[in-house]
């Protein structure tokens, strides 16, 4: 790939049409830069979405068997370039080696997943109130998707959104966060190999402020697929709200994993260690809340503080390390800001608690897993996504406390509860408010089958896989057909019976 050529429109990769390029560096060493991208703006994204419009029509007329087999044919390169995207990942976005092959295997399952409904049902058929009459409800597509995706899940999140919305019959545009632009070509280039004609998907590269809002903005873009911050969603969608265009947004998360008094102590470690500090804690499913029943606490704590020290951290690549860099400077620095303001907010440092700084971390963003105790619900860093290597542990007195103070943040992604007690499961999995509750699991790890999303201010009623996952990109059209040969209008509600009886068939 040329130089800063790396937006992909209507079949052609061009550069920015100002010429303007950025970088993209290795988080575990910043000095080491991976490649040189197209600074979109407007006039790129008109481009983009101008192309995605072009080739609408004949993509919607497609038969949907033929655009699942090209998405089929995506899943086989993406299994046949498992290795090399993964490693791709682990240099531009920093997750350790086997997270990032889990990455690339959500997008393989997704894949296959959608090529299927190529051939499933798209609708359903109703009887009619009237004689001769056909009636059906049809999904459709809504025209241009605008994806602006986010760096932590840099092949699954595209895939998430894109798939679905391909096999329905829309095109697209996507603008992949500037801190992974790399693989976001990577896909790209798969798709076009796997057989997407030219214009059905686009590519911009660039910034959430320039090429972002320009998707947001352009009349040509039918629906905005977001997933990022609550902040930024708000804006997304308060604007899309305005121009009357349709938004799904996958925002931020503050899950909790309730620990019972009655629970397997050690499978309930080993999922609070994984959810907390996998992918150095920057899942949207990340656990950074653990709420303790306070007879285990003690006992919990411990264990968790000694496993916390022994954790590997290091470059992604090295088959030892277990975690790797957190994604750039600012967020390495956001993360040691709540670390600093749990401190003063009256939570105990229990372990971690700083930036890494000896040789064998320079220069890259490293962050030392960290556990803060007597962390209560009122306090900031129990109320606000941190998305990095941090957790705390909050005390709970019974199963009722615990769901209560599982549901006391304004998120609503993922929360999970460890217990050996059949009741208090199924209390907790109709108490707790979220899209995704999980018994004797982590708070990570969705399966694609399942619909993924959150409740309250973690997104806006969408969800993405799942067959729910058609839900954001199509449209529901129904369709009324007379066949009867009488030159009769026989109206609803009206020309029926009193009973509800229909007219007698006229011919
Ligand atoms: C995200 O962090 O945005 O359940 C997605 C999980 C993954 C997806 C996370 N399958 O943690």
Redesign the pocket.
């Known amino acids: 790939m040329d130089q800063g050529r790396t937006n992909y429109i209507g079949g052609e990769w061009r550069p920015a049409v100002s010429g303007e390029t950025f970088v993209s560096v290795n988080p575990a060493r910043t000095e080491e830069v991976l490649g040189t991208y197209a600074r979109s703006q407007a006039e790129d994204v008109a481009a983009a979405v101008a192309a995605a419009q072009a080739a609408y029509p004949e993509w919607r007329r497609t038969p949907a068997p033929a655009r699942g087999a090209i998405l089929f044919r995506m899943g086989q390169l993406l299994e046949q370039h498992k290795e090399s995207l993964a490693r791709q990942m682990v240099h531009e976005m920093g997750k350790v080696l086997v997270e990032a092959r889990g990455d690339v295997q959500?997008a393989i399952d997704m894949a296959y997943y959608m090529a299927a409904f190529g051939r499933l049902p798209n609708g359903y058929l109703v009887p009619s109130e009237r004689p001769d009459m056909f009636c059906a409800a049809q999904r459709v597509p809504v025209g241009v998707v605008g994806m602006i995706t986010?760096w932590?899940?840099p092949i699954?999140?595209p895939s998430w959104k894109m798939f679905p919305a391909l096999l329905a019959g829309n095109t697209v545009v996507l603008k992949p966060a500037e801190d992974t632009p790399g693989l976001a070509v990577r896909f790209v280039e798969l798709l076009v190999e796997a057989g997407i004609p030219p214009g059905v998907v686009n590519l911009v590269t660039g910034y959430g402020p320039e090429a972002g809002a320009a998707l947001v903005e352009s009349p040509g873009v039918a629906v905005i697929s977001f997933?990022g911050s609550t902040e930024v969603g708000r804006l997304i969608a308060g604007r899309c709200g305005q121009l009357m265009k349709r938004v799904s947004c996958?925002l931020g998360g503050k899950n909790a994993i309730v620990v019972l008094d009655d629970a397997d102590l050690e499978l309930a470690l080993k999922g609070a260690l994984w959810s907390a500090f996998g992918t150095a804690g920057q899942?949207?499913?990340a656990a950074s809340r653990l709420l303790v029943h306070r007879s285990v606490k003690a006992q919990f704590r411990d264990a968790l503080v000694e496993r916390t020290r022994a954790l590997r951290i290091g470059v992604g690549i090295d088959p030892e390390a277990q975690i790797g860099p957190v994604i750039n400077r600012e967020q390495l620095e956001r993360i040691h800001q709540y670390v600093q303001i749990g401190q003063s907010e009256g939570a105990t440092l229990l372990v971690g608690g700083r930036i890494l700084d000896e040789p064998e971390f320079r220069p890259g963003c490293f962050y030392a897993p960290t556990v803060f105790d007597n962390m209560h619900m009122d306090m900031r860093i129990a109320q606000e996504e941190i998305f990095g290597p941090v957790t705390g542990i909050v005390e709970v007195n019974n199963l009722e406390d615990a769901i209560t103070k599982a549901n006391a943040t304004q998120y609503g992604l993922s929360l999970s509860l460890y217990t050996r007690d059949v009741h208090r499961a199924f209390r907790a999995m109709q108490e707790l408010e979220a899209g995704l509750v999980y018994i004797n699991l982590p708070t990570?790890?969705?399966e694609i089958q399942l619909p993924?999303g959150g409740v309250k201010q973690t997104g806006n009623g969408n969800r993405e896989a799942g067959w729910t996952a058609m839900d954001y990109c199509t449209e529901w059209k129904s369709i009324y057909v007379n066949y009867s040969s009488a030159s009769e209008l026989i109206r609803a509600q009206i020309d029926t019976q009193p009973d509800g009886q229909a007219p007698a068939p006229t011919d």
């Open positions: 959500e986010p932590n899940f699954a999140i997933t996958e899942r949207c499913t990570s790890g969705a993924f």
